[in-house]
């Protein structure tokens, strides 16, 4: 699948602000600067799509972008921070929470993790909850252009090791790479293959 064309389609903090129109929704989230921003832009093949930013934890809404007329990519909140207060932290809890159990165009959630480290207890948390609530995701491993193929292999296969713990069934899993565009067919792909069953 090739995106011709991606706009923003609004903004909201609750299920019930999102855009009028309803259609299958792909969303995106990840512990601040795990360059989700930049995934979404990239698989979009538009720099100015999705605000990118150096300071961690811009995004504070949900952010729904109308992909070629047929389904929403979503942009959410990020996860774990640290910089913000008890009291801020749980408004994005409850701005996370409120969209990933109840939107009912939801089909499917990407996990962002960060290739080039170990994943943390925010990334475990996350995942060991939308287990709990049933939530289908699936993960994908940011800035692999980072490090070299065997490397990139080896870091994968420890973190998928740690969820082994408590995953009967793993999921899916990509590698991609805003700089270089590594990963982009395959998620495209994998999303309109999901789309495809869902018209049948």
Known sequence: MKIKDA???GSSTRISQKPALRLPEFAFI????VGKSSLINMLCGNKKLAKTS???GKTRLVNHFRIDNKWYLVDLPGYGFAKISQKERQELTNIIDDFILKSEELMLLFVLID?????VKNDIDFI?????MQVPFSIIFTKADKMGPNA??????KDMEVLKEQWEELPRYFSSSAQTGMGKEEILDYIDDILKKISH
């Open 30 to 33: 990840g512990r601040s600067n």
């Open 7 to 9: 706009s923003f389609a």
């Open 128 to 132: 060991t909850r939308l287990g709990q």
């Open 54 to 56: 150096s300071t961690p």
């Open 115 to 119: 290739s080039r480290h170990d994943m």
């Open 152 to 157: 990139l292999k080896a870091q994968i296969a």
